[in-house]
């Protein structure tokens, strides 16, 4: 089960694009990358999943390089509102989801 | 369509006493799971169900067990509640391995 890693915390001005960086060094060829967001006293929700190159949503991109290991969550312009926990995970069809701490994210005004 | 519903939000339970969570999911989901949550400690997994009828456990299932009533319901007990059990609790559902897992909104109970 390949295990992730994250900055504890970030901090960013409305209106920067910010990149959270994770690093899974031993994810397996099956696994692919999800993140999830979490606001206080709410469950994750799901933002994007991709296996290797560059994914896009309307909500965020995802970069994975060649390698897969390691992937860069990059949300464009944030607003206060996306001040939240971000989760990195290596997925396969296992059920063992390792969630880890995450990366807070702190939007500034 | 409401997703993932999770009763009760919210439970003081004394030592020793039992409850049951239950979750539904609409979205016609195969696998359902329960997750706690505790600070600085992230989710860990605690039982799921990977389709109707069955049920595993997962990182930390001890003093819980786990009922798939159908494909939309799958409830977490506690038969013998502890003050290590504090937490908040949710449940997820997806449809399959491709697909993202859909969160409820939490239980937040806590054991004195």
């Known amino acids: 089960l390949a295990k992730t890693t994250q900055p504890i915390s970030m901090d960013s001005y409305e209106g920067q694009e910010v990149n959270i960086t994770c690093s899974h060094n031993n994810i397996a060829t099956n696994d692919y990358i999800t993140w999830y967001q979490q606001f206080p006293s709410q469950g994750p929700r799901f933002i994007i999943q991709?296996?290797?190159t560059k994914v896009t949503n309307e909500v965020a991109s995802l970069f994975i390089p060649a390698d897969r290991k390691s992937s860069t969550l990059s949300l464009p312009r944030v607003s206060l509102s996306d001040t939240a926990v971000y989760y990195c995970l290596a997925v396969t069809g296992a059920n063992n989801l390792f969630f880890g701490t995450g990366t807070r994210l702190t939007v500034i005004p | 369509n409401a997703g993932v519903t999770q009763t009760p939000k919210f439970q003081v339970l004394k030592t020793g006493q039992s409850m049951t969570l239950q979750c539904a999911q609409d979205?016609?989901?195969?696998?359902m799971y329960w997750y706690r949550q505790d600070p600085g400690m992230g989710l860990r997994l605690i039982y799921y169900s990977a389709s109707e009828g069955t049920t595993d456990k997962g990182e930390v299932p001890n003093g819980y067990n786990v009922s798939r009533l159908n494909k939309r319901e799958f409830s977490l007990r506690l038969e013998s509640a502890a003050p290590s059990q504090t937490s908040v609790y949710f449940c997820?559902?997806?449809?399959?391995?491709?697909?993202?897992?859909?969160f409820g909104s939490g239980t937040r109970l806590t054991v004195v």
């Open positions: 991709g296996y290797k």
């Open positions: 979205m016609n989901h195969n696998s």
């Open positions: 997820a559902s997806r449809y399959g391995q491709d697909y993202g897992y859909t």
